[in-house]
């Protein structure tokens, strides 16, 4: 008998049927206040050195929102990227539905609540060499070129997820942000 295998990345594979379902599993489980997504390519970037994987993006970021992540982690582009909080645009995948940018006083915005969608952070900064931006993507909050570490806390009693990213050399703090969990 002939049956196809799915590529990876596509609806209905056995990858994508184990994402879904650890994700559900952890959306409805009432000890889990996080959920954090970890691949090394990359579905949002600003322009730089590579390109984005289409797959990605058109395949997990519906069900990010569906399962409410709140932090998807990436690498692959070598330099520090990250998003607003942002849902999927199945209109435009490459042009998602920024949800929040500038706080009440028209400030740019640091602080979220978990609510919003996803922050996508891509931190390639480990010691490869670095990638230059060549332009700033309108859903990227901050980027930077240079080695360093985010390191993410949970604090608040586990209410608030914050994160830093510190360049390496001098542990100067480039961007931060945090996200709060909206009583639910």
């Given at each position: ?137 309108p859903y990227i909050a901050s980027q930077h070129v240079g080695y360093g570490i985010l390191n993410v806390d949970v ?30």
């Amino acid at each position: 008998s002939h049956h196809t295998i799915k590529a990876p990345l596509t609806e209905g594979s056995e990858q994508y049927k184990f994402i879904e379902n650890d994700l559900a599993k952890a959306s409805t489980d009432p000890n889990i206040d996080w959920i954090v997504a970890v691949y090394h390519k990359f579905a949002y970037t600003s322009p730089s050195t590579l390109g984005t994987v289409d797959e990605l993006r058109k395949t997990l970021h519906p069900l990010f929102d569906k399962y409410g992540v709140d932090l998807v982690l990436e690498g692959h582009q070598h330099n520090y990227q990250r998003s607003y909080p942002m849902k999927y645009n199945s209109d435009n995948p490459n042009h998602p539905i920024i949800t929040t940018t500038r706080d009440s006083n028209n400030n740019k915005k640091n602080s979220y609540t978990s609510s919003e969608g996803p922050i996508f952070v891509t931190v390639g900064t480990g010691g490869a060499t670095l990638f230059n931006l060549t332009g700033k993507a309108p859903y990227i909050a901050s980027q930077h070129v240079g080695y360093g570490i985010l390191n993410v806390d949970v604090i608040n009693n586990g209410k608030t997820l914050s994160a830093k990213f510190y360049e390496d050399v001098d542990g100067i703090v480039k961007d931060q942000f945090t996200i709060t969990k909206s009583n639910r």
